[in-house]
């Protein structure tokens, strides 16, 4: 069954360190991955996401992503972390059974300190 | 911008309680979903619909109902509330068939006492 990973439930770094977050999915074809970010007490907000061509993806805040089909990961990266980027971080990959679904990741919860 | 609307941020609810749960989207949007957020657990899709008075399950649609009456608004329906449906839930939309990016609201957290 296609699946999403995030291999890191919490992570916490200083600030101004640099960060990755870690994603792997299953599935057969070329996927469409999205990274949301939830922060405390609200919604889900998109970071960035990846449907085709260039393999580095530019997204809001500071964030990009790298898909890498060899290693089926597409992991989130910022050169520079901010107090406010302290979130809760959901990779998802659109359904191959239904494009209507996502199906998203367990979630990784980024502390960061002063 | 696109808003999608949760009509309540809060709710607490007793046990064998009908619940409704009101979503409304301002950008005529096609797709709308009911996701369950739990910790460790991630989200996971309740139904969703992709027409006016259609829906389609999701992963775990025991327990819930949903309706669709009008194009802007999805509504979840707990039809007698159990304890172990306490969790934060999350209304979405995206424009159309087939993938593009989902919209989601605040969210409302549901405690069932």
């Known amino acids: 069954a296609q699946s999403v990973t995030q291999p890191d439930i919490h992570i916490t770094v200083s600030e101004g360190a640099s960060l990755e977050l870690r994603c792997n999915y299953s599935?057969?074809?070329?996927?469409?991955l999205f990274w949301y970010v939830q922060s405390p007490g609200q919604g889900l907000q998109l970071l960035l996401k990846?449907?085709?061509?260039?393999?580095l993806v530019q997204g809001i805040k500071g964030f990009e992503a790298e898909f890498k089909r060899s290693q089926s990961s597409f992991n989130l990266r910022k050169p520079s972390v901010h107090w406010s980027d302290a979130a809760e971080y959901f990779c998802?990959?659109?359904?191959?059974?239904?494009?209507?679904?996502?199906?998203f990741g367990t979630g990784t919860r980024l502390q960061v300190f002063p | 911008d696109v808003k999608v609307t949760q009509s309540s941020r809060y709710l607490v609810k007793r046990t064998g309680e009908k619940v409704f749960l009101e979503c409304v989207q301002d950008?005529?949007?096609?797709?709308m979903f009911w996701y369950r957020q739990d910790p460790g657990l991630g989200l996971r899709l309740i139904y969703f619909?992709?027409?006016?008075?259609?829906?389609e399950k999701g992963d775990i649609p025991e327990g819930y109902s949903v309706s669709r009456e009008k194009k802007e608004r999805f509504s979840l329906i707990l039809e007698s509330a159990s304890t172990n449906q306490t969790s934060m839930y999350l209304c979405?939309?995206?424009?159309?068939?087939?993938?593009?990016?989902?919209?989601f609201g605040q969210g409302t957290r549901l405690t069932v006492v």
């Open positions: 979405a939309s995206s424009p159309r068939r087939g993938w593009t990016e989902a919209f």
């Open positions: 599935y057969g074809a070329t996927p469409y």
């Open positions: 990846y449907f085709s061509g260039d393999t």
């Open positions: 998802a990959v659109v359904s191959s059974y239904n494009t209507d679904k996502l199906i």
């Open positions: 950008m005529d949007h096609e797709n």
């Open positions: 619909s992709y027409d006016v008075k259609m829906k």
